[in-house]
Protein backbone atom coordinates (compact mmCIF):
# COMPACT_ATOMS: atom_id res chain seq x y z
CA UNK A 1 0.00 0.00 0.00
CA UNK A 2 0.93 3.45 -0.55
CA UNK A 3 2.02 5.99 2.31
CA UNK A 4 -1.14 7.96 1.92
CA UNK A 5 -2.62 8.26 5.35
CA UNK A 6 -5.75 10.89 4.66
CA UNK A 7 -8.36 11.74 2.17
CA UNK A 8 -7.51 15.83 2.12
CA UNK A 9 -10.37 16.17 -0.91
CA UNK A 10 -13.11 14.51 1.14
CA UNK A 11 -12.06 14.66 5.20
CA UNK A 12 -15.56 13.95 6.25
CA UNK A 13 -16.37 11.14 3.51
CA UNK A 14 -15.59 8.07 2.25
CA UNK A 15 -13.22 7.07 -0.23
CA UNK A 16 -12.39 3.62 -1.97
CA UNK A 17 -8.96 3.45 -4.24
CA UNK A 18 -9.13 0.06 -6.05
CA UNK A 19 -10.41 -2.03 -3.11
CA UNK A 20 -9.96 -5.47 -3.83
CA UNK A 21 -10.93 -9.16 -1.55
CA UNK A 22 -10.05 -12.49 -2.24
CA UNK A 23 -10.79 -15.38 0.03
CA UNK A 24 -9.08 -18.85 -0.44
CA UNK A 25 -11.68 -21.96 -0.12
CA UNK A 26 -10.63 -25.40 -0.19
CA UNK A 27 -13.07 -26.75 -2.87
CA UNK A 28 -13.83 -23.54 -4.78
CA UNK A 29 -9.79 -22.01 -4.64
CA UNK A 30 -9.77 -18.15 -5.25
CA UNK A 31 -12.75 -15.79 -4.80
CA UNK A 32 -13.26 -13.01 -5.63
CA UNK A 33 -15.54 -10.90 -3.35
CA UNK A 34 -14.24 -7.48 -4.24
CA UNK A 35 -12.41 -6.43 -7.63
CA UNK A 36 -10.81 -3.06 -7.98
CA UNK A 37 -13.42 -0.68 -5.85
CA UNK A 38 -13.38 3.22 -6.59
CA UNK A 39 -16.05 5.11 -5.56
CA UNK A 40 -16.46 8.06 -3.11
CA UNK A 41 -19.03 9.04 -0.74
CA UNK A 42 -19.77 13.09 0.45
CA UNK A 43 -21.15 14.71 3.46
CA UNK A 44 -25.13 15.48 2.94
CA UNK A 45 -25.30 12.87 0.56
CA UNK A 46 -26.44 9.12 0.41
CA UNK A 47 -24.57 7.22 -2.09
CA UNK A 48 -26.60 3.90 -2.60
CA UNK A 49 -24.88 0.55 -3.07
CA UNK A 50 -26.91 -1.59 -5.32
CA UNK A 51 -26.41 -5.28 -6.38
CA UNK A 52 -28.33 -8.57 -5.99
CA UNK A 53 -27.41 -10.91 -3.00
CA UNK A 54 -24.36 -12.08 -2.82
CA UNK A 55 -23.33 -9.10 -4.79
CA UNK A 56 -20.01 -7.93 -2.67
CA UNK A 57 -22.22 -4.99 -1.23
CA UNK A 58 -21.77 -6.21 2.55
CA UNK A 59 -18.13 -7.40 1.85
CA UNK A 60 -17.31 -3.57 0.63
CA UNK A 61 -18.85 -1.87 3.48
CA UNK A 62 -17.09 -4.66 6.32
CA UNK A 63 -13.95 -3.62 4.58
CA UNK A 64 -14.60 0.11 4.97
CA UNK A 65 -16.03 -0.59 8.76
CA UNK A 66 -11.99 -2.11 9.60
CA UNK A 67 -13.80 -5.60 10.15
CA UNK A 68 -12.12 -7.21 7.63
CA UNK A 69 -8.62 -6.21 5.80
CA UNK A 70 -8.37 -5.57 2.47
CA UNK A 71 -6.61 -8.01 0.06
CA UNK A 72 -5.36 -4.99 -1.54
CA UNK A 73 -5.96 -1.29 -2.24
CA UNK A 74 -6.66 1.60 0.38
CA UNK A 75 -9.85 3.40 1.81
CA UNK A 76 -10.73 6.30 3.60
CA UNK A 77 -13.53 6.78 5.97
CA UNK A 78 -14.31 10.32 7.17
CA UNK A 79 -10.91 11.20 6.57
CA UNK A 80 -9.31 8.20 8.27
CA UNK A 81 -6.87 5.10 6.25
CA UNK A 82 -8.83 2.61 7.12
CA UNK A 83 -5.62 0.14 7.97
CA UNK A 84 -3.43 3.09 9.94
CA UNK A 85 -6.09 4.68 11.21
CA UNK A 86 -8.92 1.95 11.83
CA UNK A 87 -9.46 3.46 15.72
CA UNK A 88 -10.49 6.43 14.52
CA UNK A 89 -12.30 5.23 11.31
CA UNK A 90 -14.43 3.41 14.32
CA UNK A 91 -14.81 6.28 16.48
CA UNK A 92 -16.24 8.02 12.82
CA UNK A 93 -18.40 5.82 11.72
CA UNK A 94 -22.29 4.16 12.48
CA UNK A 95 -22.59 0.70 11.15
CA UNK A 96 -26.74 -0.53 11.32
CA UNK A 97 -27.78 -4.23 9.62
CA UNK A 98 -29.85 -6.22 9.44
CA UNK A 99 -28.75 -8.53 10.93
CA UNK A 100 -27.13 -6.77 14.04
CA UNK A 101 -28.48 -8.27 17.22
CA UNK A 102 -29.34 -6.91 20.29
CA UNK A 103 -28.23 -8.27 24.31
CA UNK A 104 -31.99 -9.43 24.77
CA UNK A 105 -31.33 -9.66 28.66
CA UNK A 106 -30.84 -5.57 28.27
CA UNK A 107 -33.31 -2.62 27.83
CA UNK A 108 -32.83 -0.36 24.85
CA UNK A 109 -31.64 2.52 27.57
CA UNK A 110 -29.33 0.25 28.81
CA UNK A 111 -27.91 -1.05 25.42
CA UNK A 112 -27.64 2.72 24.83
CA UNK A 113 -25.25 3.86 27.94
CA UNK A 114 -23.51 0.66 26.90
CA UNK A 115 -22.55 1.58 23.61
CA UNK A 116 -22.24 4.81 24.59
CA UNK A 117 -19.28 3.92 27.18
CA UNK A 118 -17.44 2.34 24.56
CA UNK A 119 -17.30 5.34 22.25
CA UNK A 120 -15.89 7.04 25.11
CA UNK A 121 -19.29 8.84 26.32
CA UNK A 122 -20.05 9.46 29.68
CA UNK A 123 -22.26 10.86 32.81
CA UNK A 124 -24.66 13.67 31.90
CA UNK A 125 -23.74 14.14 27.76
CA UNK A 126 -24.23 10.25 27.68
CA UNK A 127 -27.49 10.60 29.10
CA UNK A 128 -28.58 13.78 27.53
CA UNK A 129 -27.56 11.65 24.09
CA UNK A 130 -30.00 8.81 25.34
CA UNK A 131 -32.84 11.38 25.91
CA UNK A 132 -33.05 12.68 22.89
CA UNK A 133 -32.63 9.16 20.71
CA UNK A 134 -35.37 7.46 22.84
CA UNK A 135 -37.72 10.63 22.02
CA UNK A 136 -36.39 11.09 18.16
CA UNK A 137 -36.93 7.43 17.90
CA UNK A 138 -40.36 7.49 19.83
CA UNK A 139 -39.13 4.18 22.08
CA UNK A 140 -40.25 5.12 25.06
CA UNK A 141 -43.25 3.22 26.34
CA UNK A 142 -40.51 0.50 25.69
CA UNK A 143 -36.76 1.62 26.31
CA UNK A 144 -37.10 0.21 29.85
CA UNK A 145 -37.93 -2.99 28.33
CA UNK A 146 -35.79 -6.14 27.78
CA UNK A 147 -35.01 -6.52 24.17
CA UNK A 148 -35.91 -9.93 23.88
CA UNK A 149 -39.78 -8.64 24.32
CA UNK A 150 -39.70 -6.31 21.73
CA UNK A 151 -41.01 -6.12 18.13
CA UNK A 152 -39.11 -6.09 15.06
CA UNK A 153 -39.61 -3.14 14.54
CA UNK A 154 -38.59 -1.40 17.89
CA UNK A 155 -35.81 -3.50 17.35
CA UNK A 156 -35.05 -1.86 14.48
CA UNK A 157 -35.37 1.50 16.21
CA UNK A 158 -33.26 0.83 18.87
CA UNK A 159 -30.33 -0.35 16.51
CA UNK A 160 -30.54 2.60 14.84
CA UNK A 161 -30.49 4.65 17.92
CA UNK A 162 -27.69 2.30 19.25
CA UNK A 163 -25.72 3.38 15.26
CA UNK A 164 -26.21 7.12 16.41
CA UNK A 165 -25.74 7.13 19.74
CA UNK A 166 -21.83 9.11 19.18
CA UNK A 167 -22.99 11.12 16.62
CA UNK A 168 -20.88 9.87 13.65
CA UNK A 169 -19.84 11.75 10.94
CA UNK A 170 -20.40 8.74 8.37
CA UNK A 171 -23.07 6.22 8.23
CA UNK A 172 -23.47 3.10 6.74
CA UNK A 173 -26.96 1.32 6.63
CA UNK A 174 -26.45 -2.84 5.29
CA UNK A 175 -30.42 -3.97 3.99
CA UNK A 176 -32.23 -2.10 7.07
CA UNK A 177 -35.42 -2.56 5.96
CA UNK A 178 -35.28 -6.32 5.67
CA UNK A 179 -37.69 -7.98 6.97
CA UNK A 180 -40.02 -5.12 7.88
CA UNK A 181 -43.28 -4.23 7.11
CA UNK A 182 -44.22 -1.39 4.78
CA UNK A 183 -44.48 1.44 7.85
CA UNK A 184 -41.43 0.64 9.25
CA UNK A 185 -39.70 0.46 6.31
CA UNK A 186 -40.67 3.92 5.67
CA UNK A 187 -39.80 5.04 9.43
CA UNK A 188 -36.37 3.71 8.85
CA UNK A 189 -36.19 5.65 5.32
CA UNK A 190 -37.51 8.76 7.08
CA UNK A 191 -34.60 8.65 9.56
CA UNK A 192 -31.76 7.70 6.72
CA UNK A 193 -33.23 11.77 5.09
CA UNK A 194 -33.20 12.71 8.55
CA UNK A 195 -28.78 12.30 8.90
CA UNK A 196 -28.59 13.21 5.49
CA UNK A 197 -30.18 16.79 6.18
CA UNK A 198 -27.87 16.51 8.90
CA UNK A 199 -24.75 16.97 6.86
CA UNK A 200 -24.28 12.95 7.13
CA UNK A 201 -22.31 10.96 5.14
CA UNK A 202 -24.19 8.00 4.15
CA UNK A 203 -23.37 4.91 1.80
CA UNK A 204 -27.23 2.95 1.78
CA UNK A 205 -27.02 -0.80 0.39
CA UNK A 206 -29.50 -2.23 -0.86
CA UNK A 207 -31.19 -4.71 -3.78
CA UNK A 208 -34.36 -2.67 -3.91
CA UNK A 209 -35.43 -0.49 -6.10
CA UNK A 210 -37.48 2.05 -4.80
CA UNK A 211 -35.61 2.60 -1.84
CA UNK A 212 -32.54 3.91 -4.25
CA UNK A 213 -35.02 5.83 -6.46
CA UNK A 214 -36.52 7.61 -2.87
CA UNK A 215 -33.24 7.83 -0.92
CA UNK A 216 -30.05 8.24 -3.37
CA UNK A 217 -28.60 10.93 -4.71
CA UNK A 218 -25.61 9.09 -6.63
CA UNK A 219 -26.02 5.08 -6.65
CA UNK A 220 -23.33 2.18 -7.77
CA UNK A 221 -24.50 -0.42 -9.57
CA UNK A 222 -22.14 -3.69 -7.91
CA UNK A 223 -22.50 -7.31 -9.76
CA UNK A 224 -20.24 -10.26 -9.03
CA UNK A 225 -17.80 -7.86 -6.71
CA UNK A 226 -17.42 -5.47 -9.41
CA UNK A 227 -18.55 -2.59 -10.30
CA UNK A 228 -20.75 -1.76 -13.39
CA UNK A 229 -21.97 1.37 -13.60
CA UNK A 230 -22.57 4.48 -11.35
CA UNK A 231 -24.23 8.05 -11.47
CA UNK A 232 -27.74 9.05 -10.53
CA UNK A 233 -31.01 7.31 -11.01
CA UNK A 234 -32.00 9.53 -13.97
CA UNK A 235 -28.29 9.18 -15.37
CA UNK A 236 -28.51 5.57 -15.15
CA UNK A 237 -31.67 5.31 -16.70
CA UNK A 238 -30.72 7.76 -19.54
CA UNK A 239 -27.24 6.19 -20.19
CA UNK A 240 -29.27 2.70 -20.81
CA UNK A 241 -32.09 3.82 -22.40
CA UNK A 242 -34.36 2.44 -20.48
CA UNK A 243 -37.80 3.83 -18.12
CA UNK A 244 -37.03 2.17 -15.20
CA UNK A 245 -33.90 1.81 -12.44
CA UNK A 246 -34.95 -1.98 -12.47
CA UNK A 247 -34.52 -2.02 -16.20
CA UNK A 248 -31.29 0.13 -16.52
CA UNK A 249 -29.43 -1.90 -13.41
CA UNK A 250 -30.32 -5.64 -15.28
CA UNK A 251 -29.20 -3.47 -18.53
CA UNK A 252 -26.07 -2.51 -16.62
CA UNK A 253 -24.80 -6.18 -14.90
CA UNK A 254 -25.49 -8.01 -18.42
CA UNK A 255 -29.15 -9.71 -17.40
CA UNK A 256 -30.51 -11.25 -20.41
CA UNK A 257 -34.09 -12.58 -20.41
CA UNK A 258 -34.28 -16.14 -19.35
CA UNK A 259 -31.69 -15.81 -16.69
CA UNK A 260 -31.60 -15.95 -13.28
CA UNK A 261 -30.81 -12.33 -12.15
CA UNK A 262 -30.33 -13.96 -8.35
Not at 79 to 98: W, Y
Not at 104 to 126: C, K, T
Not at 236 to 247: A, D
Request: aromatic content about 6%.
Amino acid sequence: MSQLTSNQSNPQGVKTQNLRKVYSEPKRGEVIAVEDATLEAHPGQILGLLGKNGAGKSTLLRMLSTVITPTSGEAWVGGHHTINDSSKVRQNLGFMSASTALYGRMSPREILNYFGELYGLSGDSLQSRIRFLIDRLEMGSYADGLCDKLSTGQKQRVNIARTLIHDPAVLFFDEPTSGLDVVMSQDVMSFVEDERTRGKTIIYCTHIMSEVERLCDQVVCIHDGTIMGSGTVEHLKSSTGEQTLERAFLSIVGYKSGENPS
